[in-house]
């Protein structure tokens, strides 16, 4: 009977062990990286930095009962807009606003407050907090890969080649770079928040609505929104698909309960999304007197007549196919594979929107380009993700195996630049074709050094 019972005790093991592969390869080489923090930044500074200290100043200004960020100077340069708002008393006072959204810091206030340190001159961020940001960074990024691999194996995928698909966009779309080094971001929680809502619109298609599940859509939706405004797009998007293929796939049901029935089954994504939204113009018109979703303040619009489109997806400086190769090609494949050909599908679209709508940002690269790749698809990724996932496994065995290495060494290109970004050999910044060539070929490249 002990036999037998540690025989059924081991295969267990063996049976999770390979419908979690992927996600526990990213967990063995997670600990490590956020144990060591093997890289410099580029502002010498913690994890906590840059637009960082923007999401995080939130956390100070609620204990410390204010919205005056002007009274934090490290803060300042990073973060403050100055607001005008004229009083009786003085027609030229302003505010000093903080022009990210206070979502971040909203979502991980359990944590960071009792870490955070709060009076008359304290540090905006203290070391605790820069630690926590970190592992909650990695936490993010395993929640996303787990919600993929479930949302994949609902799908019907299985095997070797789902893992490949989420271990090439860990490490191939920017995603592994902005959970450890650049945490703080907003970034990677956005990528978990999709791959969640991913999860969600699955469930509901095949087992119905459940209260368990709405709530979680409508947590998800909220969060997606008010940590960072613009992906309401992206959310808009999601649902839109989620109701095309519901619709279709309920052609049978009369029309009316078919509206009913969708309208039900997003209205919990819905009315999170409205709630983020309503929440986010009461606060700016608390601060600044008008009704604005965004809170970026004057001089940080699009620019409609220096379109940059091109250049997101393949300058060498933020281009989104340049440093993350395996995006185009998991899209080719994920077209011409018909299990995959509709979510390939939402994904090419919303990598085309956000090209678009970056093209015309007065930055295109997001504020610069700090950090690795274009930033701004990174929130998107675990679509990209769920396509490689569902696209390798429905491929014979030949095409999958070419693929797949494919898909590898795409993704090790990737990881080759984000290594040498960390040891601060690469640029954060402007890059030259010159520098990427040699650092991704060259002489200057990891295989290189490596050779004898």
């Not at 060591?36 to 609620?62: C, E, K, N």
């Not at 015309?360 to 998107?380: N, T, Y």
Request: with cysteine.
């Amino acid at each position: 009977m002990a036999g037998t019972s540690g025989g059924a005790s081991a295969g267990s093991v063996a049976r999770f062990a390979r419908a979690w592969a992927s996600c526990i390869v990213v967990g063995v080489v997670l600990v490590p990286v956020l144990l060591v923090q093997p890289w410099r930044t580029y502002l010498d500074q913690g994890p906590i930095r840059s637009d960082g200290l923007g999401y995080f100043a939130w956390t100070r200004a609620a204990l410390d009962g204010t919205l005056d960020f002007c009274r934090y100077p490290t803060v300042v340069p990073v973060a403050v807009v100055e607001v005008p708002r004229p009083t009786r008393d003085d027609p030229d006072a302003y505010r000093c606003a903080d022009r990210y959204p206070p979502g971040l810091a909203m979502l991980q206030f359990p944590v960071m407050a009792p870490l955070a340190d709060h009076g008359d001159d304290p540090a905006v961020v203290t070391g605790a907090q820069h630690e926590a940001s970190l592992w909650l960074g990695g936490l993010a990024l395993m929640v996303a890969c787990v919600a993929v691999v479930a949302t994949a194996r609902r799908l019907g995928a299985r095997g070797w080649g789902v893992h490949v698909g989420v271990l090439v966009f860990v490490f191939g779309a920017g995603l592994f770079p902005f959970a450890t080094y650049a945490a703080s971001y907003v970034h990677v929680h956005e990528a978990m928040f999709v791959a969640i809502l991913l999860w969600v619109g699955v469930r509901v298609h095949q087992g119905g609505r459940h209260l368990g599940v709405a709530l979680l859509g409508a947590f998800s939706a909220f969060f997606l929104v008010v940590i960072r405004n613009v992906d309401l797009l992206v959310l808009g998007v999601l649902v839109a698909a989620y109701l095309c293929w519901t619709w279709w796939a309920r052609s049978e049901v009369a029309v009316r309960e078919r509206v009913r029935g969708l309208a039900l089954d997003v209205l919990p994504v819905v009315a999170g999304a409205a709630l983020a939204c309503a929440f986010q113009l009461l606060l700016n018109h608390h601060i600044s007197g008008g009704w604005t979703l965004s809170s970026y303040g004057s001089g940080e619009d699009f620019v409609f007549d220096h379109p940059m489109q091109r250049a997101v997806l393949f300058s060498y400086d933020r281009g989104l196919f340049v440093y993350a190769p395996v995006v185009l090609l998991t899209i080719a494949v994920g077209l011409a594979v018909a299990r995959s050909r509709a979510l390939a599908a939402l994904y090419a679209l919303l990598v085309v929107m956000l090209a678009t709508l970056y093209g015309f940002w007065f930055q295109w690269q997001l504020g610069g380009g700090a950090g690795f790749g274009h930033r701004g698809f990174v929130d998107v990724a675990p679509v990209g993700m769920l396509v490689a996932a569902v696209a390798l496994p429905a491929l014979s065995k030949a095409p999958r195996v070419v693929v797949a290495v494919l898909a590898i060494g795409c993704a090790l290109w990737t990881l080759q630049l984000a290594l040498l970004m960390w040891n601060y050999e690469f640029p954060e910044y402007t890059v030259t074709p010159s520098v990427y060539w040699a650092h991704t070929i060259g002489e200057d490249s990891l295989w290189r050094r490596a050779l004898p």
